[in-house]
Nanobody
Framework: QVQLVESGGGLVQPGGSLRLSCAAT????????MGWYRQAPGKQREWVAR???????NYADSVKGRFTIARDNTKNTVYLQMNSLNPEDTAVYLC????????????WGRGIQVTVSS
């Protein structure tokens, strides 16, 4: 059974930092691109960042320069380092495994809350 388990969320003050982690089932992690999405209350789910299986990264304009995505293939884990957080970053953050083939499904974690507030 494929699992994506997020950790590292919580409450942080504006300007602060958090690091999210997503531990994935090894068979998925080795093949899939990994990414992060977020969903704030009353808003649509928003793509945040992605890292390919070979390490290429992409970011949404809203987080570029503040967030960094990385993967540790020895731990089957993808990270999202979030710096200079502001209240607009408050959302549930979801880990995504992006299928390399149309015949294979995408996978999602359950999500983890990040709240930026003073």
């Amino acid at each position: 059974q494929v699992q994506l388990v997020e950790s590292g969320g919580g409450l942080v003050q504006p300007g602060g930092s958090l690091r999210l982690s997503c531990a994935a089932t090894p068979t998925v992690f080795s093949m899939y691109g990994m990414g992060w999405y977020r969903q704030a209350p009353g808003k649509q789910r928003e793509w945040v960042a992605r890292i390919s299986s070979t390490g290429n990264t992409n970011y949404a304009d809203s987080v570029k320069g503040r967030f960094t995505i990385a993967r540790d293939n020895t731990k089957n884990t993808v990270y999202l380092q979030m710096n200079s957080l502001n209240p607009e970053d408050t959302a549930v953050y979801l880990c995504n495994a992006d299928s390399p083939l149309e015949s294979l499904p995408d996978y999602w974690g359950r999500g983890i809350q990040v709240t930026v507030s003073s």
